[in-house]
């Protein structure tokens, strides 16, 4: 089943259509996202055109002309209490900025994100290329947790937990160097640690440059995920491997280095509300493998084993 560049790549072009999947269409392709979910932990996902070149290049410029700045004017814009905005290159190299914002509903939304925005970004062009892709890249979350809540009889209960949810966008820059920084556990120079997403889904885009890696859990070898023009990626978090009984599998992943070479990447984080509880949705109470536990106390155990600085501020 493993094998070198072998993530499965689906169409989601029947979901986009039939985002309630009423049709068996829709729902093959929801179970070819599951069945993916439970196999490899990661999805290519394509014909979601919605997220087009435009508008990655006006986020990525975006945040081009932010790192031109003098770190010390970059600091301005630092993490808050709550963990919005810049972080600076940490152990592995990567800076980044994080936008999240407050108060889209769930499921629906009227499209205005307007004073909603918990980040002060550093320019206007800056927010509204955030503003208009968050806009875009939740509409696709909610249609994917709408897939998957059908394909595991789920019900309401993923949706019912996603009210008030933390989600959030992050903007990575690794910037070109010469020699990394820190390595992984084969001795391979990285850019980006090895670890586990603590949430519900990641949606990744990650440009021509290339370098995710995930690791075959029945071997631990490295497994390169190769750029698809026009894709995005989905990953499993630690959260739904939960919510789904162990069924769905969160894969360790990381960011192998390219020397002398700018890369970007922008995951959207899907998070629920903090205060929201979970368990094994739509499984027997004798049969569940895990007890109910509140996100905010999940996400703080979880991310502090890998990104101990974001513990106790990321889903306030």
Not at 190 to 197: G, M, R, S, W
Not at 261 to 276: A, H, K, L, M
Request: charged share 25%; proline share 7%.
């Amino acid at each position: 089943m493993w094998r070198e560049n072998c993530i499965p790549v689906i169409e989601i072009k029947p979901l986009v259509d039939d985002p309630e999947i009423g049709s068996e269409n829709a729902l093959g392709t929801a179970k070819e996202i599951t069945k993916a979910m439970e196999d490899f932990g990661f999805v290519t996902i394509t014909n979601y055109d919605k997220i087009n070149k435009e508008l990655i290049s006006s986020l990525t410029e975006s945040m081009t002309d932010f790192m031109k700045l003098s770190l010390e004017e970059r600091k301005k814009f630092c993490v808050n209490d709550d963990d919005h905005g810049y972080f600076p290159a940490s152990k592995d190299g990567k800076e980044g900025f994080d936008v999240r914002i407050r108060g889209i509903n769930w499921p629906k939304d009227d499209g205005s994100l307007d004073g909603i925005f918990d980040t002060r970004c550093p320019t206007d062009h800056f927010q509204a290329a955030a503003k208009n892709y968050i806009h875009l890249i939740s509409s696709l979350a909610k249609i994917l947790i709408n897939a998957i809540s059908k394909s595991y009889n789920f019900g309401s209960k993923l949706n019912d937990i996603m009210p008030g949810h933390r989600s959030f966008l992050r903007v990575n820059y690794y910037p070109p160097r010469e020699s990394a920084w820190t390595s992984g556990s084969d001795n391979a120079p990285l850019n980006c640690v090895e670890h586990f997403d603590s949430g519900i889904i990641t949606l990744l885009y990650q440009d021509d440059v290339g370098g995710l890696e995930v690791q075959n859990p029945h071997n631990n070898e490295w497994i390169p995920v190769k750029p698809v023009p026009g894709s995005l990626i989905v990953n499993t978090g630690r959260a739904f491997e939960r919510m789904s009984n162990g069924r769905a599998k969160a894969t360790k992943h990381r960011v192998r280095f390219t020397p002398n070479i700018t890369r970007f990447s922008i995951p959207y984080f899907v998070q629920p509300n903090p205060e929201g509880e979970f368990w094994p949705f739509g499984i027997k109470e004798e049969d569940r493998k895990y007890e109910p536990v509140k996100y905010l106390d999940w996400y703080n155990t979880n991310i502090r084993r890998y990104f101990p600085e974001y513990s106790q501020r990321s889903t306030k």
